[in-house]
């Protein structure tokens, strides 16, 4: 539980409804511009891309570092807040 | 070489499945992603179509004992031994009689020319089988489905432990109920 951040809780803990793209962990100013840009600009839109591509936390952590730009930790991380938020809410 | 950017949806899909590749669907924004998967793998080399029957094809041929004409060469046989296994409808003496069988007839034009005398070598060839042919057998299974898992302890050596340990434990039970006399120095 300490090795998840404050973000990630704050993400996980309840539904996203209409939170911003940056309010995912692992996504901070610069790739949430990116994704933006793509037209990415609100959370579900990702959790969209997140089960289009079946849940699958490998295959959604290349995806990311491929439209936004992110490292492996960046989207490892926004992979498994969504997969958490998945377990909890979907 | 084709450019799968010219493929339609349905067949990056196919690709996707020959490969062995887990994918959702394939839309506007997934598609890039699946393009490179592809890429990746054509160029690992995986088998593109997944269809391992085809290996076992040549069970269907007469030729298949044709693989016996040299029966030293252990590796030889426990390749064509894994063949001849594949069939389910022999048994495993049959198998043998009749691939030795095939041998003999088979080897004695080979060998005539060489400076051995063919009784003794042809008596070898049936062991040799056997032999390899037990040692093949585990080959298969391995290929075929790996059903065994891996064990860190081999299984006689836990065997062992365990006559061990249940003889400590008769020993020292039985000393446990001779104990009972009164043997203690007060």
């Known amino acids: 539980m300490s090795t998840t951040s404050q973000k990630h809780r704050d993400f996980v803990g309840e539904p996203m409804g209409d939170k911003p793209v940056t309010s995912l962990s692992g ?10 840009e793509q037209g990415f600009d609100k959370a579900f839109v990702v959790l969209g891309q997140f089960l289009l591509l079946k849940k699958d936390t490998e295959m959604f952590t290349e995806w990311l570092k491929d439209a936004s730009g992110a490292n492996s930790r960046q989207a490892g991380s926004c992979a498994q807040c969504l997969k958490e938020w998945c377990d909890a809410f979907l | 070489m084709y450019s799968l950017s010219s493929k339609s949806a349905k067949e990056i899909s196919d690709l996707l499945d020959e490969y062995g590749i887990k994918h959702g669907p394939v839309v506007d924004t ?80 080979e060998y005539r020319g060489r400076d051995f005398v063919e009784g003794p070598y042809v008596y070898d060839t049936p062991s040799t089988y056997r032999n390899s042919y037990s040692k093949s057998t585990p080959v298969k299974y391995d290929q075929e489905a790996p059903k065994a898992s891996p064990r860190f302890i081999p299984l006689w050596i836990q065997f062992v432990f365990f006559l061990v340990v249940a003889v400590f434990l008769y020993l020292v039970f039985s000393n446990m109920e001779t104990n009972e006399s009164p043997k203690a120095i007060e």
């Not at chain 1, 996504?27 to 933006?36: A, P, R, S």
């Not at chain 2, 426990?78 to 296994?85: A, I, P």
Request: hydrophobic content about 20%; proline content about 6%.
């Open chain 1, 27 to 36: 996504i901070g100013e610069t790739l949430g511009k990116k994704l933006e």
């Open chain 2, 30 to 109: 997934t598609r890039n992603l699946y393009e490179k998967k592809l890429k990746e793998a054509m160029m690992k080399g995986k088998r593109s179509k997944p269809s391992p029957q085809k290996t076992y094809y040549r069970e269907e041929e007469d030729e298949v004992t044709y693989v016996y004409r040299t029966p030293i060469r252990s590796d030889c046989t426990v390749d064509s031994g894994s063949y001849m296994r594949s069939r389910p409808e022999w048994t495993e003496r049959e198998f043998e009689h009749d691939t030795s069988y095939s041998t003999y007839l088979r080897s004695r034009p």
